[in-house]
């Protein structure tokens, strides 16, 4: 099996107009405005991780928004020379020693809001947790990543869903759902939204390899596992893989990301994509696989399956 290598036209990309501050993670992404007004995270194709970092954050995201899972809306960012040399914090830090972030083309994930007027959270009290409006996207994440066998941990961010202020302003990037994929499964009604982030270390980051293991792929808060007595909580999820992430849909996403986030090599990223297609049966052996791992990831799923 082959996918075809058709670069699509891409949508004009967005332009770095000012530095805001620097993000924390080990990408030493940067937030930015850009020419949309838009607030962007930024990472840069000299990351310290790898530079495959920024072709699996494209691809990752928008495949997870094709199922559905709220995620930022992904842009390629072009910054340019001057602003790098103007600016003395857009440096990536290495040891005792730095240099200055990449110029050209990087990756941009949208801040949901504007970062002075929205408070958005890294973490909630388990009764805040529980009444996160789309609490199910955390079983759709798990689908996801262990299909993509995501080497990191789930990050998510957390923000209270607002009306809008006076002038209209748009509250997140990205509603619940993707318009190819539907609305989120069984969404819960709560006055805070979870969005699912960081897709940088799906494919195993730079290796492009699927290193399986049982826990791999979990948030570390299970009490978003709680509503799970079996792998029918999973089966919504599961559907919406096996039939709507097709080859052509693989090819039409990758295709999106600029060559040079690969090093211009599409046999390697095809070769990677061949896999991922295959893997998407799978998953239900990689979760039962979680399920029986002694960890408990699921407090409510009390029948071990074989």
């Not at 920024?54 to 910054?79: F, K, S």
């Not at 003395?88 to 002075?116: E, N």
């Not at 006055?191 to 799906?202: E, L």
Request: glycine letters at 10%; a neutral charge; proline letters at 7%.
């Amino acid at each position: 099996m082959r996918l075809a290598h058709c670069l699509t036209s891409m949508a004009a990309m967005k332009i770095a107009l000012e530095h805001v501050r620097r993000m924390r993670g080990g990408a030493q992404a940067q937030l930015m405005r850009c020419d949309d007004d838009g607030y962007y995270i930024v990472k840069f194709q000299n990351n310290p991780q790898h530079l495959r970092i920024l072709a699996n954050e494209m691809l990752a995201t928008r495949l997870a928004a094709r199922l559905g899972l709220c995620v930022p809306q992904v842009e390629v960012v072009e910054v340019r020379p001057e602003i790098i040399a103007y600016t003395p914090d857009l440096v990536i830090q290495l040891g005792l020693g730095r240099k200055p972030c990449a110029a050209g083309k990087q990756f941009g994930s949208q801040f949901p809001g504007h970062p002075a007027r929205m408070t958005v959270h890294d973490f909630l009290p388990d009764e805040q947790l529980g009444a996160v409006r789309n609490l199910s996207d955390f079983l759709g994440v798990l689908v996801f990543d262990k299909w993509t066998c995501n080497t990191n941990g789930r990050q998510a961010i957390f923000f209270r869903e607002p009306g809008g202020d006076a002038a209209g302003e748009a509250p997140y990037a990205v509603p619940y759902s993707s318009p190819d994929s539907g609305p989120s499964v069984g969404p819960s009604v709560g006055p805070y939204v979870g969005m699912m982030i960081d897709f940088g270390f799906c494919f195993n980051a730079g290796e492009w390899d699927f290193p399986d293991a049982p826990l791999r792929g979990l948030y570390a808060r299970h009490r978003v596992y709680e509503s799970v007595a079996g792998m029918e909580a999973f089966e919504p999820w599961l559907d919406r893989l096996e039939k709507q992430i097709t080859e052509r849909v693989l090819g039409e996403e990758a295709a999106q990301i600029p060559p040079e986030w690969y090093g211009g090599d599409w046999n390697a990223i095809e070769r990677m994509l061949e896999r991922l297609y295959g893997r998407r049966k799978r998953v239900r052996e990689l979760i039962l696989s979680a399920r029986n791992s002694g960890r408990d990831p699921f407090p409510n799923w009390k029948v071990r399956h074989a």
